[in-house]
């Protein structure tokens, strides 16, 4: 299962406490107490993995080194181990504290999230000309502790929406070296898969039904990923009695999502045609015509079918690595 939304607890280590100690060698007394080492780190960073959430399902409580504590011989203690949690690009991280949010776009980026606490000081720094034998010392202080809701939002260059059953997982599978699963049963994409054509990353994206953008059936997630995609492909299947419903109903669904995903480049692609006749086939893509220009029939089944969605796919790549 693809943990896509998870509510984390993440702390900076704390800061290794100072030291009292003294110089007992004759000519050579006073105060030598080292300080407290400083806390590590948390820092997020970007991976291509969209699985990389998972790592939190069952660890959501998690901590940096602590800083050791100051020694004698004006020997400061080390620093704590800093901690870098790897999470899939896309991600959106929000403080449930202050509601500010950060996110990640890139493999390689990395967000400093909670700071490590400063280490005490030790008794050396303490000294002065009325104060020659200190013992004072500073505790070292805690590190950050925040409470974060991690979102993924994929980033993919064409996104794969429609109906369940529409066909996406098939068409994604021509497409790429995907293994996508296929069954004639609605559902059977329960979270997003990727796949690679060229340099354009494709989400298959789950499927929803009437009723997603309020909870209902796998639309939230649906609805959540096709924020991020550029183009969208719009898979209706040549066998629904009412296509255009169909289209419809999950456009419905976006509006009511996020009315600008109404607004991202679409091509609709009326899937399984190797299904019903010729004439059913021009009747349906007409019926869709009148509501988007951009209408092709397709089989998975039918090469020259798949060469026009690859004719298109390679249209988008040039768009892209143009400058």
């Known amino acids: 299962m693809l943990i896509d939304d998870i509510v984390i607890k993440v702390s900076g280590g704390k800061g290794g406490k100072g030291c009292v100690a003294f110089n007992n060698i004759p000519m050579h007394l006073g105060p030598t107490g080292g300080s407290g080492g400083k806390g590590g780190n948390v820092y997020l960073e970007g991976v291509s993995n969209i699985s990389a959430l998972n790592q939190f399902q069952f660890k959501k409580d998690i901590k940096a080194g602590d800083g050791a504590d100051g020694r004698s011989q004006f ?73 974060l ?3 993924l939002k994929l980033i993919a260059d064409v996104g ?45 994206i789950p499927g929803l039904i009437e009723g997603a953008s309020a909870g209902k059936g796998l639309g939230v997630k649906f609805l959540r990923h096709i924020e991020r995609t550029k183009v969208l492909f719009h898979l209706v299947s040549a066998e629904s009695e009412h296509p255009k419903k169909e289209y419809l109903t999950v456009k419905k669904e976006m509006e009511k999502h996020n009315p600008r995903l109404l607004k991202k480049p679409e091509y609709v692609l009326l899937t399984k045609s190797d299904s019903v006749s010729s004439a059913e086939l ?19 089944l039918d090469d020259k079918s798949i060469e026009k969605v690859k004719k298109l796919l390679n249209t988008i790549q040039d768009k892209k690595t143009k400058p």
């Open 75 to 147: 020997r400061d203690g080390r620093t704590g181990e800093d901690l870098i949690l790897k999470v899939p690009t896309g991600t959106v991280i929000q403080n449930l504290a202050t509601k500010e949010t950060k996110e990640i776009t890139r493999v390689g980026e990395k967000l400093l999230i909670a700071k490590g606490g400063n280490g005490g000081k030790g008794n050396f720094l303490f000294r002065s000309s009325r104060n020659t034998t200190p013992k004072q010392f500073q505790p070292g202080l805690q590190g950050e502790n925040l409470s």
């Open 149 to 151: 809701r991690l979102e």
């Open 160 to 204: 794969l929406i429609g109906l369940p059953n529409a066909g996406k997982s098939s068409l994604l599978n021509a497409l790429t070296s995907s293994k996508s699963k296929v069954a004639n049963y609605p559902f059977t994409t329960l979270e997003p898969n990727l796949g690679a054509y060229y340099e354009l990353i494709l989400a298959d």
């Open 282 to 300: 021009k009747q349906k893509e007409t019926e869709l015509k009148k509501i988007s220009k951009k209408v092709l029939g397709i089989s998975i």
